[in-house]
């Protein structure tokens, strides 16, 4: 969805590098959520934010931490890369619920492919 | 512990036939249901989603059925296409909007066969 973007698409770097994922939205929601996919295991939640002041922990926050720069932007950092966070990251946004009939769809942008050596 | 149980891994179905795919959960808290599609090299996206307060939801040719009591959903395809070759997710979230994040399972590579 180009509504969600994620930078950079391809990344390798080596073991004990920090690195930064970006992810930006123009749709305007409150809500944004850090994934990580692994072949076999889907996709698990690493990070999510109600809105720049609300942050948490998700199921797999260790070796990780992220900053919510604004309402579009919500950033990943691994301080010191090891070669088991190789994995595909996806950035993704959600409405939630506000009102009644807020939507719960999240959106998810197009993933950042990350290799550690 | 996998909340969320996924099966099969892989499916090969001939066009036109109907791939089921079939999820199952644990904790009871949950109250939303999405099924999730991703084609390579592509985020995924929503596809359909229910609540536990209906059996049956169907948009075009997608279905899902639930059951509560046995805390079982699953995905039907009908006359699938060798478009609909992609990977599905089954996912689950809390009351409250999902808040805290969607539940996945492990996803189910589809190929439907021309």
């Known amino acids: 969805d180009a509504d969600v973007t994620q930078t950079p698409r391809n990344r390798i770097t080596k073991t004990g590098k920090r690195i930064m994922l970006e992810c930006s939205q123009t749709?305007?929601?409150?809500?944004m959520y850090w994934y990580r996919q692994d072949p076999g295991l889907g996709l698990r939640l690493i990070y999510y934010s109600f809105d720049v002041k609300d942050i948490n922990k998700g199921e797999i926050s260790d070796g990780y931490s992220v900053s919510r720069q604004a309402q579009a932007k919500f950033s990943l950092s691994l301080e010191s890369a090891i070669p088991n966070q190789t994995a595909l990251y996806f950035c993704?946004?959600?409405?939630?619920?506000?009102?009644?009939?807020?939507?719960?769809?999240?959106?998810f942008g197009p993933g950042t492919r990350l290799l550690v050596l | 512990q996998q909340q969320v149980k996924q099966s099969p891994q892989s499916l090969i179905v001939q066009k036109g036939g109907i791939p089921i795919i079939n999820c199952a959960y644990e904790?009871?808290?949950?109250?939303?249901f999405p099924w999730y599609q991703q084609f390579p090299g592509k985020g995924p996206a929503l596809l359909i989603a229910i609540r536990p307060d209906v059996s049956e939801k169907k948009e075009g040719r997608f279905t899902i059925s639930f059951n509560k009591s046995a805390k079982q959903f699953s995905l039907h395809i009908m006359d699938s296409q060798p478009g609909d070759s992609a990977t599905y997710f089954c996912a689950a979230s809390k009351a409250g909007g999902g808040a805290d994040g969607l539940t996945f399972g492990k996803g189910t590579h589809l190929i439907i066969q021309p």
């Open positions: 993704a946004t959600s409405e939630g619920i506000r009102l009644a009939g807020g939507s719960e769809t999240q959106y």
């Open positions: 749709k305007g929601h409150d809500r």
């Open positions: 904790n009871t808290a949950f109250d939303y």
